[in-house]
């Protein structure tokens, strides 16, 4: 059990394959080299005296899940293809989206980044970091690709195709895509429903994959206590408004706390509270055929 306030952790300037010019909060990891690995984080782009921001991302795949949120502000998945403020985009592995090419400089995004059903797993932050610095000595990472100078393997790639490769050892092999373009959802047009616990209602956002991964807002009014309820599953809250405290621990807005199999923390509300909710039931127990 995990529980994290964003307030607490400094942001980190990202220089990675996709570019310059965005900062993280690293909020909530998974553990390295199992399939249940994931990363939580919160991103903004900001504008500082004597620098250019100059990131971007081509179109390209993964073979990973991956969830948008955009919290404040609007957030580019495409050519003319934004994210609004308070929309979800769900990317599943092997589904196509970007360039990312336009951005804007006020948002605030939240993304979680995790194995899908096709058991490929979700390489650690660690090791994506280690990976890009082996490369460097044989290329250059510029907009989203590796461009090989030296050494074994294809001279033009996508960045994080030529990281994952390096550190498994093998040829990525994408999975078929199970939905042709990024399903986006917009929470504020979906209605509350009443749970048997009072002062708590539940706003359902959908069930995706054979994984079963599952999107869900809760809603709690002040004095209101509400069960996470255990399932064989890695439950991530993240708070988008609301204080209080879980298992006694405090929460404020953009804290984000993680509950796994056999645990069953208690969310306890002192202003009204709202939680997204993203449900990631286990892979190693889920039965699910590993994709050709």
């Not at 510029?142 to 960045?159: A, L």
Request: proline share 5%.
């Amino acid at each position: 059990m995990q529980i994290v306030k964003a307030s607490d952790i400094e942001w980190r300037g990202a220089s990675n394959h996709r570019g310059e010019g965005l900062y993280f909060k690293y909020l909530l990891e998974g553990e390295e080299n199992t399939l249940e690995n994931y990363c939580l984080t919160m991103g903004k782009i900001e504008m500082r005296e004597g620098t250019e921001f100059t990131r971007y991302s081509p179109r390209h795949k993964h073979n990973f899940d991956q969830l948008r949120f955009a919290v404040k502000g609007r957030m580019c998945i495409g050519k003319n293809k934004y994210l609004e403020s308070g929309q979800i985009g769900y990317f599943a592995e092997g589904t196509p989206y970007g360039p990312l090419e336009k951005f804007d400089v006020n948002q605030l995004g939240l993304v979680l980044q995790f194995g899908g059903a096709s058991r490929q797993g979700f390489i650690s932050t660690r090791q994506a970091r280690e990976g890009r610095e082996r490369l460097r000595p044989f290329g250059e990472f510029r907009d989203g690709i590796f461009f090989r100078t030296s050494g074994q393997g294809r001279k033009n790639q996508d960045g994080f195709e030529a990281i994952w490769e390096l550190v498994n050892g093998r040829k990525l092999q994408y999975p078929k895509p199970r939905y042709q373009e990024p399903i986006i959802l917009t929470p504020g047009n979906f209605d509350w429903n009443p749970t048997s616990t009072p002062g708590v209602e539940r706003k359902l956002l959908g069930t995706f994959t054979e994984r079963g991964t599952r999107l869900e807002f809760f809603r709690l009014d002040k004095g209101a206590s509400w069960t996470d309820t255990d399932e064989p599953a890695i439950r991530i809250s993240f708070v988008t408004s609301g204080e209080g405290t879980f298992n006694g621990k405090p929460f404020e807005q953009y804290s984000a706390l993680e509950a796994k199999a056999g645990e069953a923390p208690v969310f306890k509300a002192s202003s009204e509270t709202e939680i997204f909710r993203m449900v990631l039931p286990l892979l190693a127990q889920a039965g699910i055929a590993k994709a050709a």
